[in-house]
């Protein structure tokens, strides 16, 4: 199984970032971002350009000017990031792996962690992924 993208890891960690550290009234800069996790500042505006474009997070220019996701963090899950970011690779991997496991009829308590975890990489959401690491701007 092919592992995700670093523009797809980075992305995740900017939105889980993203649902510590803002909120109403509370922009953080790509530049804050970029500083705190050590990505470089225009490969992650590049992403961030990408995910605004897929509505996972909104941009404002100006003095006042900042990101900040663009619903809340329990209504964003990790696979719109993983779709926006490495659309339409791993879910090819997912399915063609879901057909070789039923192509050798293996247990079915394999079949069923395997059920689990696409339950999980389809529904979990920034604000899960975020409370299981530090990402709190100090």
Do not use: W
């Not at 590049?46 to 509505?55: H, R, V, W």
């Not at 996701?69 to 997912?94: C, E, F, G, H, W």
């Amino acid at each position: 199984m092919a592992a995700l993208s670093k523009s797809c890891l980075y992305g995740i960690l900017a939105a889980s970032y993203l649902s510590v550290n803002s909120g109403i009234d509370k922009k953080v800069t790509v530049s804050k971002i970029a500083e705190d996790l050590g990505i470089s500042f225009h490969y992650l505006a590049k992403i961030i350009q990408i995910l605004s474009f897929n509505g996972i997070v909104k941009t404002k220019r100006g003095a006042n000017g900042g990101i900040e996701l663009a619903r809340d963090s329990n209504q964003i899950t990790v696979s719109q990031i993983i779709d926006s970011l490495d659309n339409p690779k791993l879910d090819v991997i997912i399915n063609d792996r879901s057909s070789q496991i039923k192509e050798k009829n293996t247990s079915n308590n394999i079949n069923k962690l395997y059920e689990k975890f696409i339950d999980m990489y389809k529904n979990s959401t920034i604000r899960e992924f975020s409370s299981l690491i530090s990402l709190e701007n100090d």
